[in-house]
């Protein structure tokens, strides 16, 4: 690596070949700035063996609102905005707390890594709650089938995982992360740390697509957010190191774009 001026970055003579796949496929393209920073971060969950175990990394905290939807990992399961959710450069999405959300277009039946007791779910929340709401998730009644985390008012989230709910009075900003490696059990994680195993017998993935800022209930969108996310991401059983890797990274990136 070479430094160059007095902008304090290091400029790499080659990136990555993920972030070469994914550069190409954003319109802006970034600045050789913003490539830097992006590189560093698919290089550290390389590294730390998160990358290939994730279906979705969406980074909302993006440069522009086309490149803020792409799933870093895949040309699949781009995001779509619905009603406007407000975009802001460098932080990331904002819900309106009425109709606004994004639909992943993802589905964790049909998710190549996502197992029965296989699987991780997460988000990272810049700002909120602003009147709480869903920040990531689906639901399906009468299946029981959910994956979802749910930030209240106050200090309170709440993640789902195949019909069960556990709540965690505790502050909402930052990384939540739920990852199942067993069939009678959960984790949840905050901020890469443990919290807390959760007892819920595992379902099958949901048909149904993640909303963020709002979740799929039934096949529409509910209960709105009108919190700020960064980021989300979704696959495989991440291990406690892994998630300890992704929260690092993502924080990593966040304070190099201001966020």
């Known amino acids: 690596m070479t430094y160059f001026g007095n902008r304090g970055l290091w400029r790499q003579a080659s990136f990555r070949p993920e972030t070469k796949a994914l550069i190409a496929r954003m319109s802006p393209t970034p600045s050789r700035a913003r490539q830097i920073v992006i590189n560093r971060l698919i290089t550290s969950l390389i590294r730390d063996g ?11 905290a993006a440069d522009a609102q086309a490149n803020a939807l792409l799933n870093w990992v895949s040309s699949s399961y781009n995001s ?3 009603n406007s959710p407000t975009f802001t450069a460098d932080r990331g999405f904002t819900g309106d707390g009425a109709t606004a959300y994004l639909d992943t277009g993802y589905a964790a039946s049909s998710g190549p890594k996502w197992g029965q007791n296989d699987h991780s779910f997460g988000r990272w929340l810049r700002s909120g709650p602003g009147g709480g709401g869903m920040d990531l998730g689906a639901y399906e009644t009468a299946t029981l089938k959910s994956a979802y985390v749910l930030s209240n008012v106050g200090t309170q989230y709440q993640v ?6 556990q709540a965690v009075n505790a502050s909402v900003i930052g990384s939540v992360t739920a990852t199942r490696t067993a069939s009678g059990s959960f984790d949840i994680y905050k901020n890469g740390a443990f919290v807390t195993n959760v007892v819920a017998v595992s379902r099958a993935g949901s048909t149904l697509s993640m909303y963020v800022l709002a979740h799929n209930f039934d096949g529409g969108a509910a209960t709105f957010s009108s919190n700020q996310l960064g980021a989300i991401y979704m696959g495989a059983a991440l291990t406690a190191g892994d998630i300890l890797a992704l929260h690092n990274a993502l924080q990593a990136y966040m304070t190099a774009v201001g966020a």
Do not use: E, I, M, N
């Not at 998160?50 to 909302?60: F, G």
């Not at 789902?160 to 709910?165: A, C, E, K, N």
């Open 160 to 165: 789902s995982d195949s019909g069960t709910l």
């Open 50 to 60: 998160v990358w290939p175990k994730l279906d979705v990394l969406q980074v909302y």
């Open 80 to 82: 779509t905005a619905y």
